[in-house]
Structures are given as C-alpha cells and as structure tokens.
C-alpha cells in the first residue's frame, strides 16, 4: 500500500510535469498551428517579422500538381523563417491573378486554374498585412513564388510603407526570392550543362526539379520521362522536363532559401 504522503508527493510531480509540458512552445513557425495567446507570447519575445507566402492555384502542363506554387511557397517560408530564428508564416494565398476568364486567357485556358481580379488581391494583401501590424508584427515580408503578379506585391509593399511612414513597422518583398527561383536558377542549370529549350520558363526542367525537391507527390515524374516531349498546348513554355530530379531541385532550393535569408536580414537590420 502507497502511503499517502508518496500518493500526494507523486501527484504533484506529475501536475508540474503536465503543466510545464503545457507552457512550452509549440515547435512550429506556422501562425495558423499556433493559438491567439501563443502567438502574442511570441511576438513579445521577439518573433516580430511575419512572412506571407503568395502562390497561385494555376496549371502547370500535365506533370505537376495545380497547387504547386502553393506547396513550393509554404515549404520556402518555413525554412526562411527557421533560418531568420525570428519570424512566423502566415497561411500561404492561393488566390491570384492568372489572367481574364471572359474570354479564359493565359493560365485560365486550362482546368483547374484559378483567378481574381488585381484589385481584390491587393486588397488582400493589404488587409492582411495591416492586420499583423496591428499585433505588434514589425516586418511583413511577402514571398511571391509566381511572376505574374509581382508588380502588383510591389506596389502593395509601396503603398503600405507610405501609410505606415513614421511607424515602427515595415513591408517588404524582397526581390532576391524570385529571382533566385526564376533567372538565378536558370542560370545555376546552365552552369551544369543543361540547355535553354530543356531549361523552360513554366512546367519545364526547372520547375518540375524545384517541385520534386519540394513535394515530389505533385508530380507525374513517371509519365513525364515515358512521354514526348511536351509543348505550349499541353502547358509547357519552353522547355522539356523529362531530365528533372529532385537533386536538381534542391540545388535551386537551397540557393532560394540563403539568398532570402541574406535580403532580410540586411533589410531589417536596425529596425
């Protein structure tokens, strides 16, 4: 038979356990996994640079998944900000401008493909980042992964700059993000031997290995590599992914991922 006392001593030892398991941070650096009194703890100890990661639900020829610029800009941010060591992720906005759908032009041609207006997701955009401001976030960084709608981040960052003016609290995008991922990767691939009609500029060589190093499950890798090769009417632009590994892909990740870090941080520093 326990005696009491050990009875009383053991319980209490188990609710100092349980309620200090409770008190540790989730091991997370998604907002929407965090609860409303985990996220203000973090932003009072300093995570205060939130990163909205912008994808675009579009085709991307018969290989990839329509949601890849959604996986590839959520997986990016989290590694961004488990880099930074002091910044959260927003929910990933799958929710862009691809182009007019009366009648369907570009991206829009093609099933599964999903547009709105410049207007709206600037207005989006905005209304998120004000909202974080008003949480006490100091850096709202977004990180478009498509090209389509890069001037219109940029004059949403402009925008909210010019109204915060004098307030502790900044929009940027930075350029490196997109670049690395588009021109900067490109040119990576050419350094390896690899060709500009191989390369592409959507749904080629370059995108089908950045996808693989990211969410492989999107991708038809199989039937890609056992097909002709693809064109324009199949969603193809100038390229040919049928070489794409994920070993590829990482190399462009990686490049993605310290270029971003690097523009951040030199931008934030001293704010």
Same mark, same amino acid.
């Given at each position: ?6 009875? /009383? !001593?053991?319980?209490? #030892?188990?609710?100092? +356990? ?10 997370? &650096?998604? %907002? ?87 207007? /709206? !997701?600037?207005?989006? #955009?905005?209304?998120? +980042? ?10 709202? &960084?977004? %990180?478009?992964?498509h090209g389509g709608y890069q001037n219109d981040v940029k004059h ?72 002709p090769k693809l064109g324009a ?39």
């Amino acid at each position: 038979m326990i005696h009491p006392l050990r009875r /009383a !001593f053991a319980f209490a #030892l188990l609710l100092v +356990a349980t309620q200090a398991g409770f008190a540790q941070a989730p091991k997370t &650096v998604l %907002l929407e996994e965090l609860t409303w009194t985990e996220v203000r703890d973090q932003v009072q100890a300093g995570k205060t640079t939130i990163i909205i990661p912008i994808g675009g639900t579009e085709q991307s020829g018969p290989g990839i998944a329509v949601g890849k610029h959604n996986a590839r800009a959520a997986w990016l941010a989290q590694k961004i900000a488990g880099q930074l060591g002091n910044a959260l992720v927003a929910p990933v906005m799958a929710y862009v401008p691809e182009g007019a759908y009366a009648p369907p032009q570009s991206h829009m041609k093609f099933p599964g493909t999903i547009t709105i207006p410049d207007a /709206a !997701f600037e207005q989006i #955009l905005t209304s998120a +980042a004000q909202s974080f401001a008003v949480h006490g976030f100091k850096n709202v &960084v977004f %990180l478009g992964d498509h090209g389509g709608y890069q001037n219109d981040v940029k004059h949403v960052v402009a925008q909210l700059n010019k109204t915060w003016g004098g307030k502790p609290v900044h929009a940027l995008a930075p350029p490196e993000y997109y670049q690395a991922s588009s021109d900067g990767y490109a040119q990576l691939l050419r350094q390896r031997g690899f060709r500009d009609d191989e390369i592409g500029t959507h749904a080629g060589l370059a995108d089908t290995s950045l996808q693989l190093a990211v969410a492989p499950q999107m991708v038809r890798l199989d039937r890609l590599k056992a097909g002709p090769k693809l064109g324009a009417a199949d969603g193809v632009y100038g390229g040919d992914p049928r070489r794409s590994s994920a070993a590829l892909g990482q190399a462009g990740i990686d490049a993605i991922v310290a270029q971003t870090v690097d523009a951040i941080r030199k931008d934030t520093a001293g704010r």
